[in-house]
T-cell receptor
C-alpha cells in the first residue's frame, strides 16, 4: 500500500536560516511525489513534483526536493526561510494507476521566527 | 477567477440534517476529486470522476454520502443525516486526465455539525 510519513509535525526556524521538512514514502510502484503548501484560509498549492525525470526537483518560491530511492525519502528544503513561508506543508504520493488520486502525509507546520 | 470554486465556504448544520456542497472545476479539466480534511490531518481521498463517470469511491464514503457530476462539469457532494463526525473541511480538486498531471484545489467547504 502507498503511504507517506512526515517525520515532523512542527518545524520552527529563524528567518534567513535553512528549512528542512522531512518525508518518507512507501510505494509499490515508481512513485509520483509532490509537495503542497496550505496557507491559512487558502487552497492547497503545488510547490513541486517528482515524476522520474530528475532526482533534484526545483519548485516555486526557492523550494526544492531530492528524491532518494534508496532511502525512500523526498525531503523539502529551502536555503533561506522567509516570513511568508510560514504555512502547513504536505508531502504527497500520486497513484497513477488509480486515476492520479493523491495520498497525503499528515502535514508539517512551519513556523518562521523573525 | 478561473480556478476551482467551492460553495458554500462555510456551513453550519444541525445533526441529522442533509447538506449539499458544490464544486466548479477548471473548465477544461475532465477529472474531479473530492477529499476530506479533519483537524491536524492531511486530506483523505473520498471519490473521483472522469467526465461524468464516478470511477472510485473510498471506504470512507459511507452510504450517507453521495456525489454526482451530471454533465461532466460541476459536481455536488451530499451528506444525508449528518453526524458530528462529519465535521471537516471538504476539498475539491480538478485536473486533466493523464499521468502526473497537477491537481488544482479549491479553498474548500468547512462543515460544522452541531
Amino acid at each position: 500500500a502507498q503511504s507517506v510519513t512526515q517525520l515532523d509535525s512542527h518545524v520552527s526556524v529563524s528567518e534567513g536560516t535553512p528549512v528542512l521538512l522531512r518525508c518518507n514514502y512507501s510505494s509499490s510502484y515508481s512513485p509520483s511525489l509532490f509537495w503542497y503548501v496550505q496557507h491559512p484560509n487558502k487552497g492547497l498549492q503545488l510547490l513541486l513534483k517528482y515524476t522520474s525525470a530528475a532526482t533534484l526537483v526545483k519548485g516555486i518560491n526557492g523550494f526544492e526536493a531530492e528524491f532518494k530511492k534508496s532511502e525512500t525519502s523526498f525531503h523539502l528544503t529551502k536555503p533561506s526561510a522567509h516570513m511568508s513561508d510560514a504555512a502547513e506543508y504536505f508531502c504527497v504520493v500520486g497513484l497513477m494507476e488509480y486515476g492520479n488520486k493523491l495520498v497525503f502525509g499528515a502535514g508539517t507546520i512551519l513556523r518562521v521566527k523573525s | 477567477d478561473t480556478g476551482v470554486s467551492q460553495n458554500p465556504r462555510h456551513k453550519i448544520t444541525k445533526r441529522g440534517q442533509n447538506v449539499t456542497f458544490r464544486c466548479d472545476p477548471i473548465s477544461e479539466h475532465n477529472r474531479l476529486y473530492w477529499y476530506r480534511q479533519t483537524l491536524g490531518q492531511g486530506p483523505e481521498f473520498l471519490t473521483y470522476f472522469q467526465n461524468e463517470a464516478q470511477l472510485e469511491k473510498s471506504r470512507l464514503l459511507s452510504d450517507r454520502f453521495s456525489a454526482e457530476r451530471p454533465k461532466g462539469s460541476f459536481s455536488t457532494l451530499e451528506i444525508q443525516r449528518t453526524e458530528q463526525g462529519d465535521s471537516a473541511m471538504y476539498l475539491c480538486a480538478s485536473s486533466l486526465a493523464g499521468t502526473n498531471t497537477e491537481a488544482f484545489f479549491g479553498q474548500g467547504t468547512r462543515l460544522t455539525v452541531v
